[in-house]
């Protein structure tokens, strides 16, 4: 009986120890079949409607600028304004010393009426001539002698009444006017001036409200621009009315509240840089916006129909070319070759490589490559904290 039980001992010792023996293999392989695959988090392509936000650099300019100039020569002994100062059409700006211009006034005068005065006289003696001629007390040549009198001294009239026009002229532009409403810039001549007639620029003057923005575009967001009305058959309708609205953010960061209307754009595209220039106009109510200025300019409301869209973070670019790993049907990564359109918030457009059947791998891409199995887990945009948010960034279609 001792040694039978002796034995049993070391009979179970040795069944438990292969089955141990059993398990681990199993473990080890279940454990290196996990190993070979590498963990990533993928999700669908979206398909919607979403808005575009084209963002160009832009200048605030002037609606209207003008340089203000004297019609006159001499020096200037008055100043009406302050620089920088809001001044109106028809306000008084400077007056320029009027002395010699009195004293044209006068002697211009003075001529006109000796010439009417011989004018009258030459009259008279034509009125007797007549009545000589008549009465054939005098030939009609020496009529015809004393009428010719007359027309000279009315044409030396008419030139004399030239003379005072101008003088008078001259005289009254000894003021000189604001030509519009506007502002006036700080680079205002002083007074003791001397001011060449059309060539010192006294004050320059610029109407603030409303202000426009120039910037330009590229041919092919001039056509996504427009493809709305284009679908639609809106364009020429009215001036202008297939035009998106623009709004601009200035240098420091902030958004302009108020939207501005593209009113003119270039005849054509340049040659050197192949882009269009636009001018749109903004209103200026409270005289914000200042000539020369810089701004950030973006369209309001363009939306890109029915369109792809894959997360940023799923794009890698390899030399010329750019792609997106998928979950293939075969659970490995696959790599598609993808054109990109624009940035929309998160996410890039596609415009070829990719459709909504598509898993793309989002998450795990650090070291992965085409044709690795993949231990997939699918999230959703809410859980990667993408966002459908417009964005100012422009990607590059070239």
């Known amino acids: 009986m001792t040694g039978l039980f002796g034995k049993k001992p070391a009979a179970v010792l040795c069944a438990l120890a292969l089955v141990a023996s059993v398990l681990v293999a199993g473990c080890g392989q279940e454990e290196q079949e996990a190993q070979g695959k590498v963990a990533v988090k993928a999700m669908k392509a979206l398909r919607q409607d979403v808005p575009i936000t084209y963002g ?3 200048q605030l300019k002037s609606l209207d600028e003008v340089e203000v100039h004297s019609r006159i020569s001499g020096s200037i002994v008055e100043k009406y304004f302050k620089g920088g100062s809001e001044v109106h059409a028809g306000d008084a700006l400077y007056r320029i010393d009027s002395r010699q211009y009195e004293s044209a006034v006068i002697e211009a005068q003075g001529s006109l009426h000796k010439a009417e005065a011989d004018l009258r006289n030459s009259r008279e003696d034509l ?19 004393k009428q010719a009198d007359v027309d000279g001294y009315m044409a030396t009239v008419e030139t004399y009444q030239a003379s005072v ?3 008078e002229e001259n005289l009254a532009d000894t003021i000189v006017y604001a030509p519009m409403d506007g502002w006036a810039s700080l680079d205002d001549v ?32 001039y056509l996504n621009i427009l493809a709305k009305a ?57 005289g914000i ?25 799923s794009v890698q670019q390899l030399l010329d070319e750019t792609f997106v790993l998928v ?44 044709g690795q199995e993949l231990d997939v887990t699918m999230v959703t945009a809410e859980e990667m904290g993408f966002s459908l948010s417009e964005s100012a960034d422009i990607v590059d279609k070239s």
Do not use: C
Not at 330 to 337: A, E, I, L, Q, Y
């Open 56 to 58: 160009y650099p832009g």
């Open 127 to 145: 009125s007797r001539d007549e009545m000589l001629w008549q009465n054939k007390a005098i030939s009609e040549q020496e009529l015809t002698n």
């Open 165 to 167: 026009q101008k003088a």
């Open 190 to 221: 002083a007074v003791g001036t001397y001011a060449t007639a059309g060539s010192t620029k006294l004050v320059t003057i610029g109407a603030m409200d409303p202000i426009y923005v120039q910037f330009s575009i590229s041919e092919t967001e």
């Open 230 to 286: 284009m679908a639609e058959g809106s364009l020429g309708q009215q001036q202008n009315a297939a035009l998106p609205k623009i709004k601009i953010t200035l240098s420091n960061g902030q958004e302009y509240s108020l939207e501005g209307q593209i009113i003119a754009g270039d005849k054509g595209f340049s040659d050197n840089s192949g882009s269009l220039t636009i001018k749109a106009l903004l209103p200026n109510p409270h």
């Open 289 to 313: 916006l200042l000539n020369g200025m810089f701004a950030r300019v973006r369209f309001v409301g363009v939306i890109a129909n029915d369109v792809v869209l894959v997360p940023q973070r």
């Open 327 to 370: 979950v293939g049907p075969d659970g490995k990564s696959v790599s598609k070759k993808v054109s990109l359109g624009e940035k929309v918030g998160s996410y890039y457009i596609v415009k070829q490589g990719i459709t909504t059947d598509d898993a793309v791998i989002v998450d795990g891409l650090t070291s992965l490559q085409s």
